[in-house]
């Protein structure tokens, strides 16, 4: 596998794709050169970083009940924080990548299906569906929330030969930026 397929490498692009999906698409983008929140489009919700965090899980709480597999197991990573580029000093976002698996190939194609038609029922439009641009052609979908400002990029990885990789479903879930309270230092976030 070379560094320019690496699973890493594919991801961290594909994640990219998926803010500049939930930045420009959903909300349009209103630029002026003073830069900061107003380059966002939105208001950003004034939250701390831990609810933003909780947010964030639930959030993909509802979107693992769309996929519908209560028997599959899930990571058990938790969200991360970082700050916006539009104002390090007092946005943030949250990015909580998880994935299900333990259960069949064909449960996992139903479970993909399922969250390809719950979204719109849910106030997502998809954005995006289809092949990826990987070797293996892995079927991915974004979408972003029409009522607030998140985004989902999901992948259904199957079919591998290899029998050190899982058949899985790969999700990650973006938040759009949030403003710190005041006084709120984020230097450090992870």
Not at 42 to 55: K, Q
Not at 135 to 142: F, G, Q, Y
Request: proline residues 6%; aromatic residues 6%; positive net charge.
């Amino acid at each position: 596998m070379t560094i320019r397929n690496h699973p890493t490498r594919v991801r961290g692009a594909a994640l990219g794709a998926l803010l500049l999906c939930l930045t420009t698409l959903a909300t349009g983008c209103s630029m002026n050169d003073a830069g900061g929140a107003d380059d966002l489009g939105y208001t950003p919700t004034t939250l701390a970083v831990a609810d933003a965090r909780t947010r964030t899980k639930e959030v993909s709480s509802q979107i693992f009940d769309m996929i519908g597999l209560p028997r599959a197991t899930s990571t058990p990573i938790g969200p991360g924080a970082s700050t916006c580029p539009e104002d390090r000093e007092h946005l943030f976002k949250i990015r909580h990548p998880w994935s299900v698996y333990g259960v069949s190939e064909d449960e996992l194609k139903q479970g993909f299906e399922r969250l390809r038609q719950a979204l719109p029922a849910k106030g997502w439009k998809v954005v995006s569906y289809g092949p990826n641009n990987s070797r293996s052609k892995s079927l991915e979908l974004l979408a972003e929330s029409e009522k607030e400002h998140f985004a989902v990029k999901a992948e259904l990885w199957v079919g591998s030969t290899d029998p050190k990789k899982k058949n899985l479903i790969s999700v990650s879930v973006v938040s759009g930026c949030f403003r710190a309270p005041e006084g709120t230092d984020l230097k450090g976030l992870y």
